[in-house]
């Protein structure tokens, strides 16, 4: 398989470097997983917010078996392992706290500027927000894989797009990657997230091993270990010699059929789905409070770390980084929502706490 556009585009950066012996993905990935972004993924829901638990799965786990699946999958098809492993590393960096819920909870509060899409929002994470506003400087191919990732749709195969794209003026999920690893890695982050939810819906009660049907555990495994086996190596055999990346036509349709069982045995779950109103309303109130300091205090920095809570001083800090940004919404409400979706979720619990129970008064 060879990707459609040059070696020079895809090494690219914004500001150029000069090259070491790392080679250019491998330097990627060394910024990403030294950056303070990715250190949080250790502290954000995948799917159950059970932070107690140290066997369900968070999204820095995710985006390992991310990396691993996909380095699979280029290893036998003889593809840039280290390429797809930066893209993989770095491609949920733009998601927010408390999974999909704090996702679907940003974008309802930022309609007017387009809503919240975790892919296009890690783009500003790795170029813009990362490093203390300085970013973290990546190859055009990783930033391409990164805006580009979506995992949500279904789709039995895909291939690169031929043509140069303007990164910074993605704001949809309508984008395929500009190279072979970058697809590798949407069809990997489809198959680390549905073995392993189920592994965790087991092991918090929602479902039992009884209740998945039959015959998808004989055709894809009875455990997430073997579902990835199975996946990986059929998505291999399936795309050896090919044009693209797909699945065979009696796994995919499967795979698809393990999605609805998802949908509608996990997801919709009742007692996810009570957990879902709840972090809705505690990130919508910290959404109310600190627009409201950005309507009293504007761009006053001082006013800002003159406050008595740590989360005021600490989206001070942020709007700073933000005020060097010349060609983006500086909006109170974009400004808001991209603080709270670089907040892990303890820190987003610590927040709600600051700004919803009353410091006790101290005597005289």
């Known amino acids: 398989m060879q990707n459609p556009l040059s070696d020079r585009l895809y090494h690219s950066r914004v500001k150029p470097r000069k090259p070491d012996i790392r080679g250019d993905y ?15 993924l250790k502290h954000k829901t995948q799917v159950f917010f059970l932070p107690q638990n140290d066997h369900i799965c968070t999204r820095i786990e995710h985006v390992l078996h991310v990396s691993t699946i996909a380095t699979t999958i280029c290893k036998g098809l003889d593809l840039d392992v280290e390429l797809a492993q930066a893209i993989a590393l770095g491609h949920d960096l733009g998601h927010a706290p408390f999974g999909h819920i ?19 929002h890690g783009l500003a994470v790795v170029d813009r927000i990362a490093n203390n506003g300085r970013g973290l400087n990546l190859t055009y191919a990783v930033r391409d894989g990164i805006v580009s990732h979506c995992g949500e749709a279904f789709t039995k195969s895909i291939q690169p797009e031929r043509k140069p794209k303007n990164l910074e003026a993605i704001s949809g999920r309508q984008s395929a990657p500009l190279t072979y690893e970058g697809c590798v890695v949407r069809v990997a982050d489809k198959i680390a997230y549905l073995g392993r939810d189920i592994e965790d819906a087991i092991t918090v009660g929602l479902i039992t091993p009884r209740d998945i049907p039959r015959d998808l555990k004989r055709s894809l495994g009875r455990t997430n270990g073997q579902i990835i086996d199975t996946l990986v190596m059929d998505v291999i055999r399936a795309s050896f010699g090919k044009d693209r990346i797909l699945f065979s036509d009696g796994r995919f349709d499967m ?20 957990s879902d109103r709840i972090i809705h309303r505690l990130l919508t109130e910290i959404h109310g409070h600190l627009t409201a300091c950005m309507e009293r205090l504007g761009q006053d920095e001082k006013a800002y770390a003159a406050s008595k809570l740590r989360l005021v001083r600490h989206f001070g800090q942020f ?42 008064i101290e005597l005289v």
């Not at 795979?255 to 009570?274: A, G, S, V, W």
């Not at 670089?342 to 610590?350: I, K, R, W």
Request: glycine letters at 6%; a positive charge; charged letters at 30%.
């Open 319 to 360: 709007l700073s980084i933000r005020r060097g940004w010349k060609d983006t919404v500086h909006c109170t409400e974009r400004c808001v929502v991209d603080f709270i979706a670089g907040m892990t979720d303890s820190y987003a619990l610590e927040a709600a706490r600051e700004i919803l129970f009353p410091n006790p």
């Open 102 to 120: 704090g996702e679907k909870t940003l974008s309802r509060l930022s309609k007017s500027t387009g809503g919240f899409i975790h892919e296009v």
């Open 26 to 40: 491998f330097r990627d990935q060394t910024a990403i997983i030294h950056s303070t972004p990715f250190r949080r």
């Open 255 to 274: 795979l698809c059929r393990l999605k609805d069982f998802n949908y509608e045995r996990i997801y919709k779950h009742p007692r996810l789905l009570e």
